[in-house]
Every structure is written in structure tokens, then in C-alpha cells.
């Protein structure tokens, strides 16, 4: 049975290498038995432009080389990590870049994809950041600096950030229900996936069903969706996962 996987939050880097193994074994074990993988943001815990080089990222776009050499198309949403992610990588890896709303057809079903950062309207201060560091003008500066100054930025940028998580509120960091519905309405669907809030769930709203990605560490929020219609979470380690995909596609 055809089916397609979701993947989002994996927050790649050098200082946890064991997410890039399990990230290597997915995609060498699992993955490859797919019609179609898509990234929906923040694969990587920063991205500070397509000509950084690392352990992590040649072995990531060996990775999905590999993967689409195989005739599996993979497809990537930026994230708020890894949002100047380009077509150099693009090209090198053979993945598809998407625009951040993105309607696909889901084996008959209309479905919007997203990261899920434009959806937390209710953080008015990530959001006004949001929109300065997506200005074209300043990505282009920011891509212009040698490439030790960007590292630089990006280590300040970081502990700015986890400092200002620590005194914001849950519900801030959450989506806004309401826009939800707006946006769904104005793609005209009734199902969205996306990922960012770290909060692993399946909702059924006004609109139709809100699927959440949650984030790789402990475990591994994998969403697999088939060619009939049904779909469901793989949370465990990798090596359990392997066993249920098994029994699930022999029932």
C-alpha cells in the first residue's frame, strides 16, 4: 500500500549526533519503502546559509540524495530554524522546496501544509521578528557576511531565543484557534498538517482535522498516512517502529 511520511522539529546539529543517526536510519529503513517524505521545518537547529559545511549537513543531503535517486520525492517547508535553507542545497540534495502555505493532494484529500510558526499569532513579538528576518533585503545582507560572523549571530540569536521562551507563556507559543480556521477556510481544506509547537496531536475542529507534528528526542513523531485514507503516529524508538509499520501493512 502507497503511503507518505510527515517529519518536522528533528533540530539537526553537531552537538546531538544521535538524532542524525536516527535520522540516517529512518531514512535508510523506513523511508525508502515511501512515495513521498515531507519535511514540514526546523530539520535543522539553525541555518545560517547553503554554503555552511558540517558533518551533519553533507550527511543530510547524502541522505535525501539517496532517497530521491530512489524515485521517493522528498519536499521541504522551512521552518523558524532553517528558513534560509536555498535552492543550492535544493539542488545538491534533489528536494523540493515549498512555499510555507502549500495545498497538496493528500490520495484525494486537499490538505494545507505549513511549519506552524505563522499560526502562533498570539506571540506578537516572535511574529514582528518573523517578519524583519524574511525581508529579501536583509537575508540578502545577512548572506553577504563572511560566513564566522554569521555563526556568531546565529549563537546570539539562539540564546536569545531560549531566554525569551523561559518567560513566555504557554498558550502564547501555541496556535491561535480562530486563524486556523481562517486559514484553512481560505485554502479551502479541511485537513492541515504542520509542526513547530512540539505538541504531538490530532485535533478536530470546526474546519475539519488539525494533525500536529511533534518534535525527535527521546522519541520519534513520525506521521504516516496511506493510500486508503487512514493514518497514524509512530512515537516509538526506530528499531519498535520497524515492527509495527510491518504488522500494520500485513493487516
Known sequence: MKKTFFISDLHLSDNRPELTESFIEFMQNHAKDAEKLYILGDL??????????????????????????RG?????????????????FAQASGIILLSDYTVIDLYGIPTLLCHGDTLCIDDTKYQHYRKKVHQKWRQWLF?????????KIAQKIRQKSQADKRHKITAIMDVNTDFVEKMMQQFEVQYLIHGHTHRQNI???????????????DTFSILCVYENG?????????????SIMTSLEKS
Not at 548572506?143 to 555563526?151: H, I, Y
Not at 487512514?230 to 520497524?242: D, P, V
Request: aromatic share 14%; hydrophobic share 45%.
Open 44 to 69: 535543522f537547529d539553525f541555518w545560517i546559509g547553503d554554503d555552511e559545511k558540517s558533518v551533519v549537513i553533507e550527511a543530510v543531503k547524502e541522505q535525501i540524495l539517496k532517497l530521491t535517486l
Open 72 to 88: 521517493v520525492k522528498c519536499y521541504f517547508v522551512a521552518g523558524n530554524r532553517d528558513f534560509l535553507l536555498g535552492e543550492s
Open 230 to 242: 487512514q493514518y497514524t503516529f509512530f512515537n516509538e524508538n526506530l528499531t519498535n517502529m520497524k
Open 143 to 151: 548572506l553577504k557576511l563572511p560566513l564566522l560572523w554569521r555563526m
Open 203 to 217: 485535533h478536530q475542529i470546526a474546519q475539519g482535522t488539525r494533525i500536529v507534528l511533534g518534535d525527535w528526542g
